[in-house]
Each structure stands twice: as C-alpha cells, then as structure tokens.
C-alpha cells in the first residue's frame, strides 16, 4: 500500500496540516526529519567550530523552507576548546590502553604525552580531604558511583566532579586529572563536557569510560603502583566565531510578546548531537509548526536554535543581552534528550493558576503528571528568564537513558525512538495551543 | 551476616569443594576469578603480542597455583598484525569523523593517510558484481544487513563481508576498502578481526561502527559523492612470538586418552577479550576442577589455553601437529562468550548413543535441551579433531549478544554475567563427570 514515497507522503501531511484541514493532532515528519538531516549532513558541531558554522547556515536553509520568518543569524564568539590526540596507557602494574576523552578547557599535554604516578580517588569528597601539596608530580583519578535516574537527577552531584575536580586536583599539586565520566553506561565510549578552573592554572583534564574507571579501580585495590601515560594536545581558543539561529512563526496579534523555544544547536563533537540537542530542537520546531494547524495563534513563536551551549551557555546569554529590551511572554526550552515527556512544571505567578490548570489537563491524555520540585527552564532561557522574570514551563522527559549517550560518540541518530520524539512534539504542541493562544497576562512566579 | 570477607569466603567453599566434601555442584567462584584477574592483570592480548606472552606466563602461574600438573608453554611463531594509527574522515559531502578499526592484515597506509571516493555497496553481491577496474583508484564501502541470532548464525554469512570483501575490492582495483562492522550493536565501537586476501596484493581495510555505517547508507543515499580519508597504519609482521599453555588434572587411569578441553587465550586488543576468550578459558579450567569433587575421573583432563586463536588459529594447529601421534579421547571448546549454555549437539558415533543419551539427560536440569544440526566442535580443536576422529560435544551458548562485544573495545568484564557464567561451568562439570568417567570406547561419527 506505500505507493507514495515517505518524504512526499509526510509534506503532504505537513501541508494538509498547516493547511488546517487535518485534525490538531496528525503527526507529521518534521521532527525526525529535522533530526535526521541536522545530524547527517552537518554531523558533529563543536561550539567554535567550522562544522558549528555550518550548522548556522544549515539551519538558516533549513527554517525558511519550513515557512518560518526572517530566519537569521546573531554572532558573537567564545572561548572554545578544540580538541586535539587524545591517548592514555596505564604503563603499570599491568600495561593497558584506556579509552579517554578530554574534557572541555584542559590544558594541553605535549605531544609526546607525560607520565606520572596515577592515584586513586574513590569520590570527589575523598580528593577534597587530600592534603595539600600530596598529589605534587601525580596524576588523580577521581572515582564516582553515578547512577540512571529517570529524571536526570545524578548529573547535579556527580556532575561535579568533571566539573570541579580537576581544578582541586591541580590546587592539590596534581599534573593532570582523570575521572570516571559523568555518565551511566557500560560501553567504552568516554563522556566529554566541559571543566571550570577559576583562577587555578589548568592542567591536562580527561575522562575515561566507565568500564575503563571499573578497570583502574580494581587495579588500584590490588594495592600495587599505578603509573598513566597522558595524551591530550587539544586547546583552548579564544574568538572563535559562533551565534545563534532565530526565527519566527508570527502571531495574529504581533504587538503581544513572542513565547520563546529553545534548543541549542551545537554538540559535542565525539558524536553527532542527535539527543543533545539536535532533538530539542527538532521536537520545538515542529511543535511550533503543528501549533498553527487549525488557524495561526494569537502570539508569535520565535525558535531559539542557541549556539556554543555546551561548553558554557554563550548562545543563551548572547540572546538575554541582544534581547533584553524586547518584551517576552514566555519561554521553554527542549535539551534532555528525544525521550517521551514524563511530567510537567510550570512557574506561572498565581493569577495564572487557571492556565496551569488547563495545561496540566492537556497533558493528562498523553500520561503527562504534574510534578514537585523547583521549575528548572534551561541552561538558553536562563538568561532572559532572570532579566525578565519570565514564566517557564518545564516538560520533563525520561532521562533513564540520557546519560548512557549523554557527550559521547554514540549520542548517534540511531538512538532517538521515533514514537517517543512524536510524543514530544505532541506535548509540546498541546502546550502552545493553550500559551501561545493566552492574550494574557502571562506572569512568573520567579 | 556477611563476615567472611567474599573472597575468602569464596576460597573456603573452593578448597571443600576440591577436597570433596562438598556437594558435586557447589559453586565456587574459580571461573569469576580466573575471569577477573586474566582481563585485569594482563587486559588486552594481541596474538604475538608481549601481553599475549604475558598472559602465558600468567596462565602458567594461575594454573599451578589451581592445582594442575605440569603447566607448561609450547612456543610457536606466528604471522601477526601489529595495530597501529586508524582514523577516518569523510571530506564529502558532509565533513565528519567515522569510528574506523583496521582488520588484522590489513596493508598499511602511508601516516599521513589516503584520500578517495567512497563508493557505497549495500551487499558483498554488489561489490562481488561490479565491473574488474571500476574501483581503480576508489574506496569501496561494504555494508550488509548482520542481525543478533541465538546461535551466531548471522557470523557465517555476513562474516564473510570481513573474511573476503577487502580481497574483492582489491581485484576490482580500489586503494583500500572499509566494510561495515560484522556485528550486532549500535554503539560507536567497531569490530575488528582478520581479513584474507589469498594471491592478492592486500589494500589498507577498515569497519567502521553500525552507527557510522548507517550514516554512510544515508549520505550515500543523498547522491552526492563521497570522499573519505584513511589512515590505517598498523603493519602485518612475520614471526612474532606465540605459544598454546597445555596443564593437566591427572586421571585415575593414565593409560586412558585423556578429554581435551579448549580455550583460547590471545584477545583481539581493543577490548580486554572477556567474553573473547578468557570466559573460554575460565569455564573449562573451573569445570575439569569441579568435575574432581568427590574423587578424581577415570581419565585425565587436560586444558588447552590455544595462543594465537584470532589471527588465524595458529594455537590449534601447532597443537594439532605437536601431537599428533598423542591419542585423545575427546574434545570439546569453549569460545562463544559467557552466556547461558541452551543446547547441545555431540558428534559420537552410534556406539556411544547411551553415553549421548545419558548427557542429555544430565543436562536437562540446566534447561539445556538437544539441538539439531552439524556438530561444530569449535577452531583450536579443529586440527586434533581432524586427525583423530576425534567425538566432540558442542554446549552451545547464547550468542544474542555476542556479536554486539565481539572483537570491540566493549568486551570487558563489565559484560560477563556471573549467574549465567556459573551456569556454564555447572553445563561442563556434568559433562565432564560423565566423559571422563567413561572407560571407553569413546568414538566420532565423523
């Protein structure tokens, strides 16, 4: 019976769609294939980079063609990390390759590598109590026991230690650092992300997978002296150009504040960026697209498609300071991955109680629960939100999987489910048909 | 209630066991431990490598300090490959990096890499009809369409895209050749492992990871040329140092042939070769020392740790020739990872039915039921078996995920369940109290 090719047979979905014939809610392929295309044709997008450039330009192409208006580019540029060779052997007591990634800002080794006595940490508490000076000449390995939670919550604490341990490790003397990666799975792909130094002087800074940590753990408890040959030649670099990507859905009354969608654009560069973010940004604009099937809402749409989020939200905080004087009604952001929306949060001030009511009641049939906890927004909206106090809506998704691919080479297309990307798409549309139709007033509580 | 520290614990229940006090099946954890420590302290085992060396001196070690007789070393040389840079870039249409391994004999290519167009065949039928010279000057991409089975059946057919398609590529001209991995996951990490190339004069020949290969099928279905990169710098090296570690557990009767059991002791080296082969290893050397609880068998057992298994089988043929004039009793191997043993298939002749039926039997409670189809027997006990006629017994274990860690750098530790490979070694203590308590004649159908 599939006598019409899929794609064609999607845009005449997409069309009837947009057109206002189909019904609210018949899915279409923009999602998946916003997706598939962002991350076959640009690929891995380090914040920085010419492949980010691309991204840029991709997405320019891509916006207009989906109908959206006045798709256009905001530069600005970063203090980047661009990556280099990157090896490491434990030459004793028993001689083996680790798999190992450097971590975002480390300092660069020669190229030749150095050697040292490498010293096991079981927990980022454990290096804290090292005595000064103690690990002079040493390298530390930092051990940790994150875990899957479904709503993400170990990369807060044991997030940490990629992004603070390295820099104690150096304050304690250290010549480089290596950690358990910030992740869940048991594939010996490393997770990278970005480390912070303060006024430390960086030093070398990597992750190893976490069959490789398991390995160096049970190494260590035998007791005997480990020593780590280190590879990592990549560099920081100051000015390299990135931007954002912004475009609209214009409402039908434009004098009211544009609900703001964000994703961000760029990606570690081990994988293609297919859950992080290239879903998010695939889910908020073809949401934003399905939100004016049946008739154009009151307000405009603009997508924020942010540039350099990973290593350290330049693209957020670019758009709050170009845009601080432009009013907003409300934002939303989409980088946790493509799987399904578990549970909502909104911080809507208390004369806006019935529209997170009605909200909630939306969600309900797509088994979507309201949930506790403070309201999160996102690293992009984080800066204009704070400016403006603006009210944000969190759709939480299932972060089970998250850290298994989270930074590393297998955050691949392959990864994202299909059904559960519509299910995002879903949500987030039978929110903006309620928001972004919502003449207002649209108050935040914080 | 956990006093006894578990390895202690472990040891006691070990040493009653061997004492024979024991009931036949207590566990012990003999195989976990040989396991753990092969993959810890010696990790990665390249065939001719100095960690292959090292790992025989370690068996030498291990399987003394296990109780058995005369652990020694038969050395023997071997054409190796030596692993060197790999990296793969496609420069066209969409710039980005593929996870690339060499397979063992591939030609090198010069440091700085190759530069071609990629041209993209679905099947090794594709390539195998491309015109003589089409490829001249080209890369050919092979891919195919590998699925997890049971029994590993998809390895024979779709194995051969690795075995012969580099070879193919080579006759019809093309400058190197990249295939897509033979295996079943969809993680970054390609699977290496041997290629042939019979009279021809061998091109540099790589697998890159299913997630990459899916790529290259979607840029490749674009219609734009491609062009990729290739640096594969690892080496083919005439005789490198290899060797088979042989030990016995001596029998009741020495003048009986004794049971030969298999295993292979070198690992492809991305990995640390845990489920390829030290949970060969483990399981058979754990299983002839259970089998002597409660007083040693009939025949002696003997275990074959085979040197050199990957690249060519190079252990089981010298242990073939070595000897040859020595009678055996039986053969049986085990190399297929450390999941469940779920059939059984045995190559006796027809005067043996009673002693197949009462291994039937024996292995019911183990939810092992009889299988249909050729005996395989298994590689290193290949040659002995030829020559002898030797009966080999196949307990045929779960190979769903087989070919998801095989020959990548995921097969670690990490991945062996101990339950279910403490039921292997319960599958082959059965057997063995059976076989090596039988006086004979023990007979092959073919």
Known sequence: MRIVPMALAASVLLASAMLSAAPPSAPDDTAWRTLEDLTTEVGPRLAGSDREAAARDWAVVRLKALGFSNPRIEPFTIRGYVRGAEAARLTAPFPQNLAVTALGYSAPTPAGGIEGELVYFPTLDALRAAPDGSLKGKIAFIDHAMKANQDGSGYGPFGNVRRVGPRIAAQKGAIAAVIRSAGTDMHRNPHTGGTGWGDVTPIPAGAVSLPDAEQVARIAAKGKPMRL?????????????????????????????????????????????????????????????????????L???????????EIGVFGGADYGKVHAAEPHALAMESDFGADRVYGLRTSFAEVNKPLHARIVAALAPLGIVEQGGEVEGGADIGAIRKAQKLPVIDLMQDGTRYFDLHHTPDDTLDKVDPAQLEQNVAAWTAVLRIVANEAGPLNGAN
Do not use: F, M, Y
Not at 274 to 285: K, R
Not at 300 to 308: D, E, K
């Open 229 to 297: 040959a280190l590879t990592l030649t990549g560099q920081t670099k100051d000015n390299l150009p990135s931007g954002n990507v912004l475009a609209e859905l214009p409402g039908r009354d434009p004098k009211l504040p544009p609900i703001l969608l964000a994703c961000h654009l760029d990606s570690w560069d081990p994988g293609t960026g297919a859950i992080d973010d290239a879903a998010g940004c695939a889910i908020i604009t073809a949401a934003a697209l399905r939100a004016q099937a049946g008739g154009k809402p």
């Open 299 to 309: 307000r405009t749409i603009r997508v924020l498609w942010a540039g350099s989020e």
